[in-house]
C-alpha cells in the first residue's frame, strides 16, 4: 500500500466505472444462478463460482469461497477464473471504453 499512488486510484473510482463494475458482476451473479438451475446444478453454487470471474485471481476465489463456506468448490472456481477471467476482463473493457 506504502507504492501505490492512491490518488490516481480514486481518480479512477467515477460513478460511471463503479456502476458498470457492479452491472457485470451482479449480471454474472444472476446468469450463473439461473443457467446454474436450468442445467440442473445447485443454483447458489453455480453463481459463486461464475462470481468467481471477477474474484482478481486465486486469491479472490478464496476470499468469495471461503466467505460463502463452499471451499470445496474450488476447483470449479479456478477453472472458471483461468477460463472465463480474461473474456470477463476484454468484456468489461470494452464496456468501460463506451461509458468514458
Given at each position: ?23 457485470v458482476v451482479l449480471t454474472m451473479a444472476a446468469t450463473g444462478f439461473f443457467v ?52 470477463t476482463v476484454i468484456a468489461v473493457s470494452s464496456l468501460l471504453v463506451m461509458t468514458?
Open positions: 500500500m506504502l507504492y501505490i499512488p492512491l490518488d490516481g486510484v480514486l481518480s479512477v473510482l467515477t460513478p460511471g466505472y463503479v456502476l458498470t463494475c457492479a452491472a446454474g438451475r436450468w442445467l440442473g446444478m445447485y443454483p447458489v453454487d453455480a453463481s459463486l463460482v461464475t462470481v468467481c470471474h471477477s474474484g482478481l485471481g486465486g486469491t479472490g476465489d478464496v476470499a468469495i469461497l471461503s466467505a460463502s463456506q463452499r471451499m470445496v468448490r474450488m476447483p470449479f472456481a479456478q477453472i472458471s477464473t483461468r477460463l472465463g477471467g480474461v473474456t468514458l
